[in-house]
């Protein structure tokens, strides 16, 4: 089911934004002239043959001893292979950060979960969509913790 359709049925206000072709989320943030505090990234990862959603800020980087500690083993970045399967109705590395629409535990940076607004990827790297954090916890339930390295960083 496309992010869009699934916002939409669960009545979540949202705004789309379209802009031209980006691949960071730290580029998409800026395309849109929106702050990395609020720009949702996606991190997927694999431990021992189960994988795991990740989100953070666009700027952060994750701190991969703090999610082997999370998840109870050491977790390896899924490959580009693992992502088009997993994720076939999005673009290579455009994830929405709705890991239980894809079967995955979804994990929170709680840097993140602080933000009264998210912006994420809708699939695409010419889309991104914007809504409460509410809403997006109300729907996804994701599990907040802390997953950047440091402190985060709030750009």
Do not use: N
Request: hydrophobic share 45%; charged share 25%; net charge negative.
């Amino acid at each position: 089911m496309k992010i869009l359709d699934y916002l939409s049925a669960e009545r979540v206000d949202f705004e789309v934004r379209h802009h031209p072709l980006r691949y960071t989320a730290l580029e998409e943030a800026a395309a849109e002239h929106l702050p990395g505090r609020m720009f949702a990234k996606t991190v997927i990862v694999a431990v021992d043959g189960e994988y795991a959603m990740l989100v953070l800020l666009a700027a952060c980087r994750v701190d991969l001893d703090k999610v082997a500690r999370l998840l109870g083993g050491e977790p390896r970045m899924a490959s580009e292979g693992e992502l088009a399967e997993l994720f076939s109705d999005c673009e290579l590395g455009a994830e929405p950060p709705f890991g239980s629409r894809y079967g995955l535990r979804t994990f929170v940076d709680e840097h993140l979960a602080q933000q009264p607004t998210i912006a994420f990827r809708a699939g695409s790297h010419r889309e991104v969509i914007i809504v409460r954090w509410d809403d997006y916890a109300r729907l996804e339930w994701p599990r907040v913790t802390q997953l950047a390295l440091g402190e985060g960083v709030l750009v």
